[in-house]
Protein backbone atom coordinates (compact mmCIF):
# COMPACT_ATOMS: atom_id res chain seq x y z
CA UNK A 1 0.00 0.00 0.00
CA UNK A 2 1.03 3.27 -0.66
CA UNK A 3 0.72 6.65 0.89
CA UNK A 4 0.99 10.00 -1.36
CA UNK A 5 2.25 12.67 1.41
CA UNK A 6 1.80 15.54 -0.43
CA UNK A 7 -1.41 15.75 -2.50
CA UNK A 8 -3.85 18.89 -3.48
CA UNK A 9 -6.91 16.29 -3.62
CA UNK A 10 -9.13 19.75 -2.84
CA UNK A 11 -8.10 21.13 -6.11
CA UNK A 12 -10.30 22.32 -8.85
CA UNK A 13 -7.91 20.69 -11.54
CA UNK A 14 -9.78 17.53 -10.08
CA UNK A 15 -13.64 18.39 -9.60
CA UNK A 16 -15.33 17.10 -12.89
CA UNK A 17 -13.85 13.90 -12.44
CA UNK A 18 -13.26 13.36 -8.80
CA UNK A 19 -14.60 9.51 -8.12
CA UNK A 20 -13.05 8.44 -10.96
CA UNK A 21 -9.54 10.13 -9.59
CA UNK A 22 -9.79 8.59 -6.41
CA UNK A 23 -10.93 5.35 -8.01
CA UNK A 24 -7.55 5.20 -9.97
CA UNK A 25 -5.78 6.16 -6.70
CA UNK A 26 -7.39 2.95 -4.63
CA UNK A 27 -6.88 0.40 -7.39
CA UNK A 28 -3.04 2.38 -7.71
CA UNK A 29 -2.92 1.02 -4.02
CA UNK A 30 -2.88 4.12 -2.25
CA UNK A 31 -4.43 3.58 1.30
CA UNK A 32 -4.32 7.36 2.55
CA UNK A 33 -2.95 11.25 1.27
CA UNK A 34 -1.82 13.73 3.17
CA UNK A 35 -3.18 17.27 1.98
CA UNK A 36 -1.20 20.65 2.90
CA UNK A 37 -2.94 23.67 3.06
CA UNK A 38 -1.87 26.37 0.97
CA UNK A 39 -3.81 29.69 2.27
CA UNK A 40 -7.20 31.41 3.28
CA UNK A 41 -8.29 30.98 -0.48
CA UNK A 42 -8.54 27.13 -0.90
CA UNK A 43 -9.03 26.28 3.12
CA UNK A 44 -12.84 25.36 2.57
CA UNK A 45 -12.41 23.31 -0.54
CA UNK A 46 -9.59 21.15 1.69
CA UNK A 47 -11.84 20.72 5.02
CA UNK A 48 -14.97 19.47 2.66
CA UNK A 49 -12.28 16.95 1.00
CA UNK A 50 -11.09 15.87 4.70
CA UNK A 51 -14.33 15.99 5.94
CA UNK A 52 -15.86 13.66 2.74
CA UNK A 53 -12.83 11.06 3.05
CA UNK A 54 -12.46 10.92 6.65
CA UNK A 55 -9.86 8.09 6.28
CA UNK A 56 -8.38 8.36 3.53
CA UNK A 57 -7.45 12.37 2.87
CA UNK A 58 -5.89 13.94 6.37
CA UNK A 59 -5.95 17.53 5.99
CA UNK A 60 -3.19 19.98 7.20
CA UNK A 61 -3.19 23.62 7.79
CA UNK A 62 -0.10 26.78 6.71
CA UNK A 63 0.79 29.41 4.57
CA UNK A 64 2.74 29.01 1.64
CA UNK A 65 5.49 30.94 0.70
CA UNK A 66 4.63 32.02 -2.46
CA UNK A 67 0.92 33.39 -0.89
CA UNK A 68 3.19 35.48 1.52
CA UNK A 69 2.66 39.19 0.27
CA UNK A 70 0.87 42.49 1.05
CA UNK A 71 -2.04 40.25 3.21
CA UNK A 72 1.03 38.43 4.80
CA UNK A 73 -0.84 39.23 8.75
CA UNK A 74 -4.03 38.08 7.58
CA UNK A 75 -3.09 35.24 6.33
CA UNK A 76 -0.94 34.46 9.01
CA UNK A 77 -3.12 35.05 11.70
CA UNK A 78 -5.90 33.03 10.17
CA UNK A 79 -3.53 29.73 10.52
CA UNK A 80 -2.74 30.98 14.40
CA UNK A 81 -6.89 30.84 14.71
CA UNK A 82 -7.66 28.15 12.97
CA UNK A 83 -4.51 25.59 14.12
CA UNK A 84 -7.58 24.63 17.62
CA UNK A 85 -10.34 24.09 15.42
CA UNK A 86 -10.09 20.19 14.43
CA UNK A 87 -7.04 17.34 14.31
CA UNK A 88 -4.66 18.76 11.87
CA UNK A 89 -1.78 16.55 10.47
CA UNK A 90 0.73 19.00 9.73
CA UNK A 91 1.57 22.54 9.71
CA UNK A 92 2.29 22.98 6.23
CA UNK A 93 3.29 23.84 3.36
CA UNK A 94 5.36 26.47 4.58
CA UNK A 95 8.73 27.73 3.49
CA UNK A 96 10.63 29.98 1.03
CA UNK A 97 10.59 30.62 -2.54
CA UNK A 98 12.83 32.98 -4.20
CA UNK A 99 12.04 31.11 -7.51
CA UNK A 100 8.64 33.22 -7.85
CA UNK A 101 9.21 36.51 -6.10
CA UNK A 102 11.75 37.85 -3.95
CA UNK A 103 9.49 40.88 -3.11
CA UNK A 104 8.61 39.59 0.29
CA UNK A 105 11.41 37.41 1.45
CA UNK A 106 11.92 39.00 4.56
CA UNK A 107 8.22 38.35 5.46
CA UNK A 108 8.57 34.81 4.02
CA UNK A 109 11.54 34.04 6.75
CA UNK A 110 9.54 35.55 9.42
CA UNK A 111 6.14 33.96 8.47
CA UNK A 112 8.26 30.53 8.13
CA UNK A 113 9.59 31.14 11.88
CA UNK A 114 6.51 31.24 13.43
CA UNK A 115 4.56 28.28 11.91
CA UNK A 116 7.42 26.22 12.62
CA UNK A 117 7.35 27.54 16.39
CA UNK A 118 3.67 26.57 16.28
CA UNK A 119 4.09 23.77 14.85
CA UNK A 120 6.46 22.39 17.54
CA UNK A 121 4.35 23.66 20.02
CA UNK A 122 1.13 21.27 19.05
CA UNK A 123 3.35 18.50 18.09
CA UNK A 124 2.74 18.56 14.49
CA UNK A 125 5.31 18.09 11.56
CA UNK A 126 6.23 21.00 8.90
CA UNK A 127 6.01 20.41 5.73
CA UNK A 128 8.76 22.71 4.15
CA UNK A 129 8.75 24.09 0.59
CA UNK A 130 11.57 25.56 -0.59
CA UNK A 131 12.55 26.58 -4.13
CA UNK A 132 16.13 28.57 -4.74
CA UNK A 133 16.55 29.55 -1.29
CA UNK A 134 18.27 27.03 0.28
CA UNK A 135 21.08 29.75 1.95
CA UNK A 136 18.49 31.68 3.96
CA UNK A 137 16.84 28.08 4.38
CA UNK A 138 19.91 27.05 6.98
CA UNK A 139 19.73 30.79 8.52
CA UNK A 140 16.01 29.68 9.58
CA UNK A 141 17.26 26.58 11.01
CA UNK A 142 20.06 28.52 12.92
CA UNK A 143 17.91 30.89 13.92
CA UNK A 144 15.21 28.41 15.47
CA UNK A 145 18.42 26.42 17.11
CA UNK A 146 16.46 25.31 20.41
CA UNK A 147 12.91 24.66 18.52
CA UNK A 148 12.78 21.23 18.47
CA UNK A 149 10.33 20.31 15.14
CA UNK A 150 10.35 17.44 12.58
CA UNK A 151 8.67 17.60 8.81
CA UNK A 152 9.45 16.88 5.71
CA UNK A 153 11.19 18.61 2.54
CA UNK A 154 8.51 18.50 0.59
CA UNK A 155 9.55 18.32 -3.46
CA UNK A 156 12.93 17.35 -2.66
CA UNK A 157 15.32 17.69 -5.66
CA UNK A 158 18.41 18.50 -3.71
CA UNK A 159 21.88 16.53 -3.56
CA UNK A 160 22.62 13.99 -1.52
CA UNK A 161 25.27 16.31 0.52
CA UNK A 162 22.68 18.79 1.10
CA UNK A 163 20.48 16.00 2.51
CA UNK A 164 23.06 14.83 4.66
CA UNK A 165 23.67 18.65 5.92
CA UNK A 166 19.89 18.67 6.59
CA UNK A 167 19.38 15.75 8.40
CA UNK A 168 22.52 16.60 10.74
CA UNK A 169 20.74 19.79 11.75
CA UNK A 170 17.10 18.27 12.27
CA UNK A 171 15.07 15.26 12.03
CA UNK A 172 13.55 15.94 8.59
CA UNK A 173 11.97 13.23 6.02
CA UNK A 174 12.60 13.95 2.32
CA UNK A 175 9.23 13.80 0.13
CA UNK A 176 10.23 12.26 -2.95
CA UNK A 177 8.03 12.91 -6.44
CA UNK A 178 7.67 13.13 -9.73
CA UNK A 179 10.98 15.02 -10.19
CA UNK A 180 12.75 11.45 -9.61
CA UNK A 181 11.10 10.25 -13.09
CA UNK A 182 12.55 13.27 -15.25
CA UNK A 183 16.18 12.67 -17.24
CA UNK A 184 19.05 13.60 -15.69
CA UNK A 185 17.14 14.14 -12.64
CA UNK A 186 19.90 15.40 -9.46
CA UNK A 187 17.94 13.43 -7.37
CA UNK A 188 17.59 9.96 -8.94
CA UNK A 189 21.59 10.24 -8.51
CA UNK A 190 21.23 11.26 -4.56
CA UNK A 191 18.58 8.39 -4.30
CA UNK A 192 21.01 5.43 -4.94
CA UNK A 193 22.65 6.92 -1.67
CA UNK A 194 19.73 8.10 0.18
CA UNK A 195 18.05 5.73 3.20
CA UNK A 196 14.72 4.16 2.59
CA UNK A 197 14.15 5.26 6.27
CA UNK A 198 14.48 9.22 5.22
CA UNK A 199 12.28 9.10 2.20
CA UNK A 200 8.55 9.86 1.87
CA UNK A 201 6.52 9.24 -1.94
CA UNK A 202 4.36 12.21 -2.47
CA UNK A 203 3.00 12.95 -5.73
CA UNK A 204 2.60 17.63 -5.39
CA UNK A 205 -0.71 16.68 -7.88
CA UNK A 206 -2.09 18.45 -10.17
CA UNK A 207 1.27 19.41 -10.51
CA UNK A 208 4.72 17.92 -11.42
CA UNK A 209 3.88 14.98 -13.26
CA UNK A 210 5.81 11.96 -13.69
CA UNK A 211 7.43 10.03 -16.69
CA UNK A 212 5.32 9.14 -18.95
CA UNK A 213 2.77 11.70 -18.32
CA UNK A 214 4.82 14.75 -17.67
CA UNK A 215 3.39 17.67 -19.11
CA UNK A 216 -0.08 16.37 -18.45
CA UNK A 217 -1.93 16.89 -15.11
CA UNK A 218 -0.87 14.75 -11.90
CA UNK A 219 -3.11 12.30 -10.28
CA UNK A 220 -2.72 10.79 -6.95
CA UNK A 221 -2.73 7.19 -8.72
CA UNK A 222 0.60 8.28 -10.14
CA UNK A 223 2.36 8.00 -7.12
CA UNK A 224 3.13 4.05 -7.74
CA UNK A 225 4.93 5.89 -10.65
CA UNK A 226 7.23 7.20 -7.99
CA UNK A 227 7.64 3.88 -6.18
CA UNK A 228 8.56 2.17 -8.93
CA UNK A 229 11.03 4.68 -10.53
CA UNK A 230 12.97 4.55 -6.74
CA UNK A 231 12.65 0.65 -6.84
CA UNK A 232 13.97 0.62 -10.29
CA UNK A 233 16.94 3.25 -8.74
CA UNK A 234 17.60 1.40 -5.37
CA UNK A 235 17.35 -1.99 -7.23
CA UNK A 236 14.88 -3.33 -4.58
CA UNK A 237 11.52 -4.94 -4.89
CA UNK A 238 8.66 -2.26 -5.01
CA UNK A 239 6.98 -3.53 -2.09
CA UNK A 240 10.10 -2.79 0.08
CA UNK A 241 9.54 0.76 -1.13
CA UNK A 242 6.19 0.61 -0.75
CA UNK A 243 6.50 -0.79 3.26
CA UNK A 244 9.16 1.37 4.22
CA UNK A 245 7.89 4.44 3.57
CA UNK A 246 4.37 4.40 4.15
CA UNK A 247 5.45 3.22 7.69
CA UNK A 248 7.63 6.38 7.03
CA UNK A 249 4.60 8.73 6.41
CA UNK A 250 2.40 6.68 9.31
CA UNK A 251 5.03 7.26 11.59
CA UNK A 252 6.14 11.23 10.80
CA UNK A 253 2.36 12.39 10.43
CA UNK A 254 0.68 10.16 13.04
CA UNK A 255 -2.02 8.69 10.76
NI1 LIG B 1 2.23 21.50 -2.79
Avoid at 112 to 133: G, Y
Avoid at 202 to 230: H, M, Q
Amino acid sequence: MLIDTHCHLYDEAFQPDFEAVLARAREAGMEACVMPGIDRSSHDALLAVADALPDFAFPCIGLHPTSVGETWQEELDFVKAHLGDRRWYAVGEIGLDEYWSKDFVKEQIRVLEEQVVLAAEADLPVIIHLREATDDFFRVLADLRGVSFRGVMHAWSGSYETCRRLLALGDFRFGIGGVVTYKNAGVAKAMEKMSLQDILLETDCPWLTPVPFRGKRNEPSYVRLVAEKIAQIKQIPLEEVATATTSNARALFKL
